[in-house]
């Protein structure tokens, strides 16, 4: 059996996406055990991980930090050993190289590129950015396999991801601009909407994380 280890930095939808992991595992027929936890030792075992995130960049990027060895074990298991990762809004945004939330912060640079912001240039659109967009995908992933066309996924944040290579965004959405929803780099990927929100959709899109091979 798996282990899908969800990691636990004291992000605040920490138990909704565990519940979502579950059920998405539990309709897949996965043979995966969902294990919520900050332990290095657990993490750096895991067979695939998901970084959940709620606040602000600086903030998230900190409570990993002061967790002792929890970020060495994160990257042991992903860059040295390959696991699939999955970050989740904040937790995709902390695989940029650096945020400008609060200053400047470095982030896991996993993903190259900076978090800036939502400018949408028309003051009819509100920020926080809260609601249902579709994806614009550019390109096939097996995270997305199992999703209809243009599927609508529930978003809620002020700031996103501009990647350094577009290569790396795998579907767009917009709000006045248009910003990256999900971007991917080898067994890497990450989404700016929450899953665990997105009804059926996102059960799916869970579902493909915890079957992907990467």
Request: charged share 20%; glycine share 10%; net charge neutral.
């Amino acid at each position: 059996m798996q282990t899908a280890v969800l990691i636990d930095y004291g992000s605040g939808n920490l138990r909704s996406a565990e519940k979502a992991l579950c059920e998405a595992a539990a309709r897949a027929g996965d043979e995966v055990r969902v294990v919520v936890s900050a332990d290095p030792d657990v993490v750096v075992a895991a067979d695939r991980l998901v970084l959940p995130g709620v606040g602000a960049f600086a903030a998230c990027m900190n409570a990993l930090h002061a967790r002792p060895g929890l970020i060495e074990a994160m990257t042991a298991a992903v860059r040295g050993r390959g696991a699939p990762f999955l970050g989740v809004c904040v937790g995709m945004q902390l695989l940029a190289t650096r945020g400008l939330e609060f200053g400047e912060t470095a982030g896991l640079d996993w993903i190259g590129g900076e978090v800036r912001r939502i400018q949408p240039h028309d003051p009819r659109l509100k920020v926080p950015h809260m609601g249902w967009n579709a994806l614009e995908t550019t390109r096939g992933h097996p995270v997305l396999k199992g999703l209809a066309p243009a599927p609508h996924m529930y978003f809620t944040h002020s700031f996103v991801l501009h990647a350094s290579d577009d290569a790396d965004v795998v579907a767009w959405t917009r709000h006045g601009e248009r910003f990256a929803a999900v971007v991917a780099r080898d067994n890497v990927a990450g989404v700016q909407f929450h899953p665990e929100k997105s009804q059926a959709q996102g059960l799916k899109l869970l579902g493909d994380f915890l079957e992907w091979r990467p």
